[in-house]
């Protein structure tokens, strides 16, 4: 069975602050991939990064960036200087790659992180 | 454009009735996706299909039922059976991973908010 149990329900912060977004999952598999993604009030969701298992370096995409440990099972999220335009749900999300399973996501309960001006 | 589109956004159901809720894509994605999210929950997947004519149960299949006759299209049928079936329903597809390292996110349509009347 896997697990992603995102520790933080909701997060409000004001704007230009740097915030943090908790994720930590459980599997028995070896080889898995890593997600978040962003559901703004539209409510589709926006893809924003993939991890693999193997790979353990942290990414950095203009303002966002991840930080994967293995050793404690955590994939965290990282908003520098935040913007009103980062007000969504953020989902972490896990999936692993052999057998049947290709595709399927499971998702953590989202957190809700909102930036005040 | 590419893309999922999901229709109807918003629709309400009376009590004992079925209704069926459609998801089109165009990025000839062979895995296919049915997801419910509720508030404070997360995403809980209904059903999948890796391949037309074929689909399987996911986690909160009971009272759902699916088709995908062509690769382009896989309704959802919300039945009388789903005793509390108001929530946001997301479709989703992916390319369907045929080896480990293969990238396979998922991409959503907008989404269809259903509600009991």
């Known amino acids: ?117 | 454009d590419g893309g999922i589109t999901q229709s109807p956004k918003y629709l309400f159901r009376k009590e004992g009735q079925n209704v069926t809720l459609s998801c089109e894509q165009n990025l000839n994605h062979d895995a296919m996706y049915w997801y419910r999210q509720d508030p404070g929950q997360g995403l809980r997947l209904i059903y999948y299909s890796q391949i037309v004519n074929d689909f399987q149960k996911g986690d909160i299949a009971e009272g759902y039922s699916v088709s995908r006759e062509k690769k382009e299209s896989f309704p959802l049928t919300v039945t009388s059976a789903q005793k509390n079936p108001t929530a946001f329903y997301l479709c989703a597809s992916s390319l369907l991973a045929r080896t480990a390292t293969m990238n396979t996110e998922a991409f959503f349509g907008q989404g269809t908010r259903l509600t009991v009347v």
């Open chain 1, 1 to 117: 069975a896997q697990k992603v149990t995102q520790a933080q329900t909701e997060i409000s912060v004001v704007e230009k602050e740097d915030v943090t977004l908790d994720c930590v999952y459980e599997t028995r598999d070896t080889t898995y991939y890593l997600f978040w993604y962003k559901q703004p009030p539209s409510g589709e969701l926006v893809f924003l990064i993939r991890r693999n298992s193997f790979d353990e370096q942290n990414e950095i995409s203009g303002r966002y960036s991840w930080n994967f440990q293995k050793s404690t099972s955590s994939f965290n999220f990282t908003i520098t200087a935040s913007q009103v335009v980062d007000s969504a749900v953020y989902f972490c999300a896990l999936r692993n790659a052999g057998g049947t399973s290709y595709g399927k996501l499971t998702f953590g309960q989202g957190t809700i992180l909102t930036v005040h001006p």
